[in-house]
Structures are given as C-alpha cells and as structure tokens.
T-cell receptor, first 113, second 114 residues
C-alpha cells in the first residue's frame, strides 16, 4: 500500500515564475492538506481540500492556490514566486473527511533564485 | 491564538540516556496531540498521538501523556539509540470543528552519540 507521494522531489525556479506541485494521497484517504516548512522551522498550514473544495486556509496570500481532483489527488500552485517561498512543501492526507490523523509525504524542496 | 511551544535544541545525549522533550500548547477546546519525527532529507512520520486528556500515546519506546491541566504533551524515552537522532515536532489538531489543521512547534533536534 503506497503512502503519500509527491512530485517533483526538488525544483529550482526564479523570482516571478509560477510552480505546480503534486500530491497523491494514501489509499483510502479523501482529504489533502498542504504545509510549508521553512528551513529550521515547523510546518505551517497552507490549506486543506476535501471533496474538491478548499475547506480551510492558513495565513498565506492568494498567490498560493490549490486544486483537488476526483481521484483525491491534489496540486499546489504558487504564482509570482518570491525568494521567501523557498521551502519544503509537505502534503498530508487523512481519511474520513479529515477527522483523523494526517500522514505526510516526503515533500518537495522548492528553491527560488 | 493556537500555538505549540517546544524546548530549544539541539538536545545532545549519549546512547542509552533518558530523553525528555518538553511541549506545551495553547488551543481552543480539546485538540488531539501528536509527535512527529523528521529524519534528514525526509518528510514527517507520525510517532505517536493522544486524542483526549490522560491518554498516553506510545510507539517504538517513546511515550507522551496528554495533560490537560498543564496543557502539556512531553515526549520521553527511557534509553535512546543513535538511530533516534532526528528532529521531533510536537503538534496539535483541532477536533471540534470536524477536521484537523495541525499547528506545529518549531521542532527539537536530538543528537545521540555512541
């Protein structure tokens, strides 16, 4: 049984560009959450998707957007990249409308130059 | 607002020493509490959890007890191994709103030497 998978593993972009990160949840999970982890910090909640809708959002600007597909996979899009967007982006999935434990993927390391 | 406070690291121990990593939280209602571990270059792995007051979560020799009166969830292990070297994150997740947005502490790095 595959766990949470994310792609790509690493990504290098320049300021002003746009990026799309992808996540496939653990089998049987219907809720996907995204987190940003800056170097040396704990993960910060970006948003959560359930039934293809954004259910809750953290304190991130509108440059951060997402999508969930009918198969429960999800994308995180970041527009107009800033140097400060450099971080590890973690996807987590959970079952039962997100009412249970979240399981994390390995993350995508984004570097903005 | 909701927050988690962890002791600053790094925590440096010799193999077989006793480990305590302190964690306190502020939250609305009675959240579930978690410890996650992150090995170098990897994502977060769930280590243990507790969902209500006085519950004890345990896994791989680690344990933590949900203390509502002190809003704490300290992580302990009786005898650490070199392979336990990692960063440990305490987190809470809201339960009353029907879903869990995790709030994390800043992490505590543990270094275990042979």
């Amino acid at each position: 049984d595959a766990g949470v998978t994310q792609s790509p593993t690493h990504l290098i972009k320049t300021r002003g560009q746009q990026v799309t990160l992808r996540c496939s949840p653990k089998s049987g999970h219907d809720t996907v959450s995204w987190y940003q982890q800056a170097l040396g910090q704990g993960p910060q909640f970006i948003f959560q998707y359930y039934e293809e809708e954004e259910r809750q959002r953290g304190n991130f600007p509108d440059r951060f957007s997402g999508h969930q597909f009918p198969n429960y996979s999800s994308e995180l899009n970041v527009n107009a990249l800033l140097l400060g967007d450099s971080a590890l982006y973690l996807c987590a999935s959970s079952p039962a409308e997100g009412k249970d434990t979240q399981y994390f993927g390995p993350g995508t390391r984004l570097t903005v130059l | 607002g909701d927050s988690v406070t962890q002791m600053e690291g790094p925590v440096t121990l010799s193999e077989e020493a006793f480990l305590t990593i302190n964690c306190t939280y502020t939250a609305t209602g009675y959240p579930s509490l978690f410890w996650y571990v992150q090995y170098p270059g990897e994502g977060l792995q769930l280590l243990l959890k507790a969902t209500k007051a006085d519950d004890k979560g345990s896994n791989k020799g680690f344990e933590a007890t949900y203390r509502k009166e002190t809003t704490s969830f300290h992580l302990e292990k009786g005898s650490v191994q070199v392979s336990d070297s990692a960063v440990y994150f305490c987190a809470h997740g809201g339960r009353n709103t029907g879903f869990q947005k995790l709030v994390f502490g800043t992490g505590t790095r543990l270094l275990v030497s042979p």
